[in-house]
């Protein structure tokens, strides 16, 4: 017999503990912060660009269910930098840091018990919490192995990683 789990809990332990893809502090641990501008042959975009577009997609998938009045940027641009944009360390760490924030906001958003994950939000075209999330971490999934095949083939992992 199967025992029933809270899909709440189920969904908490899948987002935080059991997870199949490289996490965004695995990928950037350790990363020369002289390549953060880098792109790899025939890539039209950097490192930093990689990572900046994770934060803004996920940043608006997050305000498409939260906030009624939020407006998405345009696409494509609207969701990568310029592709001549550069940034410095201080900016590296400030997109790491928005990317995290935004990982805690969708956790405390599914364990919250006022929020229902699974309803249509109307001013979301009906589309649920939990379906934007998985969009969410389906799409940092994605662009995290992108990251790390391009650090793999730029040959930018410590020597010493285990992998």
Known sequence: MAVKRDPRALLHQIFTDETAHMSLDEAVDGFPMAHVNAKAPHVPYSFWHLLEHIRIAQWDLLEYVQNPK??????????????????????????????????????????????????????????????????????????????????????LWPKNRKA
């Open 70 to 155: 939020h407006v998405s940027p345009g696409w494509p641009e609207g969701y990568w930098p310029a592709p001549g944009a550069t940034t410095d360390t201080t900016g590296w760490k400030r997109t790491i840091a928005a990317i995290n924030k935004d990982l805690r906001r969708i956790d405390r958003m599914l364990a919250d018990p006022a929020v229902d994950i699974f309803a249509p939000v109307p001013f979301a075209s009906d589309k649920s919490v939990v379906r934007c999330v998985f969009v969410a971490l389906d799409h940092n999934a994605y662009h995290l192995g992108e990251f790390a095949i391009l650090r793999q083939v730029m040959q």
